[in-house]
């Protein structure tokens, strides 16, 4: 079964440095998403990406974090300097249609020190 | 705007008998309605998902969920726990049209998590 493939599976980082953030998304899908979970919290949606360009976003979205696809495969999402509450879990998702649901790879943890 | 509500943020069943992980929805749209479950240091797998179909969805490993509009309700059910379903269980809700409208973003609930004792 097609897999959506986040690497690295856990990120330990500075505070203050930039990271970035991989995923492959299934190959025939359209439609790319990051989520993240602080821990013992809900899962929120940060961007929604189609055509090459950002489609939605949240306020937690500011200008410190930005998506790329950069060579038609990968999606990156890319904090430019992390700050402590940056820790979480980060999803990345795609889909064909998104009432098809939604297809999760299985997260990056990032712990900002 | 939508929302989800996870009425239990835990549950604990033995195994084999019957699983009820409840979730109540408020979206102005046709919602399209999902569970996703999270085994530990896993990602999130779809279990099933509603999209203004047949009200009684059917999914993965056994688990069933009822489309209840007139209750606002979308609960997850499986007839007999096993112990490999023990997961934390997210209802989440998309706020689209039923024919697929804009590409909303998820609105996941707080979160079940499910707990099986042998």
């Known amino acids: 079964e097609p897999e959506v493939t986040q690497t690295p599976s856990h990120q330990v980082t500075q505070m203050g440095q930039e990271v970035i953030l991989r995923c492959v998304p299934i190959?025939?899908?359209?439609?790319f998403y990051w989520y993240r979970q602080i821990l013992g919290q809900k899962v929120e949606f940060l961007v929604s990406f189609y055509n090459n360009e950002i489609s939605e976003k949240s306020e937690i979205f500011d200008d410190q974090f930005s998506v790329e696809r950069p060579d038609g495969s990968n999606f990156t999402l890319k904090i430019r300097s992390t700050k402590l509450e940056d820790s979480a879990m980060y999803f990345c998702?795609?889909?064909?249609?998104?009432?098809?649901?939604?297809?999760f790879g299985s997260g990056t943890r990032l712990t900002v020190v | 705007a939508q929302s989800v509500t996870q009425l239990d943020s835990h549950v604990s069943v033995s195994e084999g008998t019957p699983v009820l992980l409840r979730c109540n929805y408020s979206s102005s749209y046709s919602p399209s309605l999902f569970w996703y479950v999270q085994h530990p240091n896993k990602g999130l797998q779809l279990l099933l998902k509603?999209?203004?179909?047949?009200?009684l969805v059917k999914g993965i490993n056994g688990f069933e969920a009822e489309f209840k509009k007139s209750e606002t309700s979308f609960h997850l059910t499986k007839p007999s726990a096993h112990m490999s379903d023990a997961a934390e269980y997210f209802c989440v809700v998309s706020p689209l049209t039923n024919y697929g409208g804009s590409q909303g973003n998820l609105i996941f609930g707080k979160g079940t998590k499910l707990s099986v004792k042998p």
């Open positions: 190959s025939n899908h359209l439609y």
């Open positions: 998702a795609s889909s064909e249609k998104a009432i098809y649901g939604y297809t």
């Open positions: 509603y999209t203004s179909a047949a009200t």
